[in-house]
């Protein structure tokens, strides 16, 4: 059996476990998000037919004529609704994009809150009427796991319990389905996604349709991630890390291209990035900075840095 790369944790320990099992729960993906940025999480509570379900949409999407695909692409909005086309990103310090196209579904606001005006509506695929909403039913089950997974960081970081309850209540949050097609020419030195650190506060993976995603360890080593069935692969992200004063880390990753002789197959990948409202204040916590670790970011609001980011690679001009 090989080594896994990354530690393993059960949230049903958390979210239905006794007092003793959820501080154990605590420390283990605490410990994980200083040490490899990335854990694994099984008994996460999204449904496996619902994770299915929005693979075949999305394989069904991504399958359309690409002039169908662009009716979907949504001038203005940075990417951050509906269909971006191959080629568009790429990541931060790179000049060359990404193997991929990819569509993004965003946060749907039921209660009336005032952030609702901040959020253009989710893009409806005419071909596809179940794509959206099926997206839009795996959003809410994510959101509903990560939110478990931040009140454990919170507890980690000394926090109360529900330190990101609010802040992440009708977030920013993006469902991204990501499809690499088939590579049918030797790449330009582009990967299908070159290193990169995401940008929210933490990301969870469902396994992708291959492998080919790799992280950056601290003996500087890339390390393939290989989740098991039912398994969601969860990491840090750069708001987190800000907000901790890098005493959690945003663990570089990627995702090589296969071996050529795999270079007909296309990958699915399905990540849900969380992110809290965009008012959040991302000022280091008071308690993660200390003589021996000096203030590393000056402040910024979510929304800002979010903006920034956009920019940087890409989907914003």
Known sequence: MTKRAIPLVDLSTFVHGSAAQQAAFVEAIGDAFRT??????VNHGVPTDLVDRFYAQSKAFFALPVDVKRN?????????????SFGKEHAKHSTVADLKEFYQIGQTVVDGDAVEGEYPPNVQVAEQPEFAPTGDELYRAFEQSGGHL???????????????????????????????P??????????RAEQHEDINLITLLVGASAGGLQILDLGNQWLDIVPEENEIVVNVGDMLQRLTNDYLKSTTHRVVNP????????????PFFLHPRSDM????????VDAE????????TAGDYLDERLREIGLKK
């Not at 490899?36 to 999480?41: D, K, N, T």
């Not at 454990?152 to 609010?166: P, Q, S």
């Open 36 to 41: 490899s940025g990335f854990v694994g999480v």
């Open 72 to 84: 979907y692409e949504v001038p203005g909005l940075a990417g951050q609704r509906g269909y971006t």
């Open 150 to 180: 931040l009140e454990a960081i919170a507890l980690y970081l000394g926090l109360d319990r529900d330190y990101f309850t609010e802040k992440i209540h009708n977030g920013n949050s993006i469902l991204r389905a990501i499809h690499y």
């Open 182 to 191: 088939p590579i049918t020419r030797e790449p330009a030195s582009a990967i």
């Open 259 to 270: 071996p050529r002789e795999d270079w007909h197959l296309p990958r699915l990948s399905i």
């Open 281 to 288: 204040d991302l000022t280091c916590l008071p308690g993660c």
């Open 293 to 300: 670790h000096p203030l590393h970011y000056e402040p910024i």
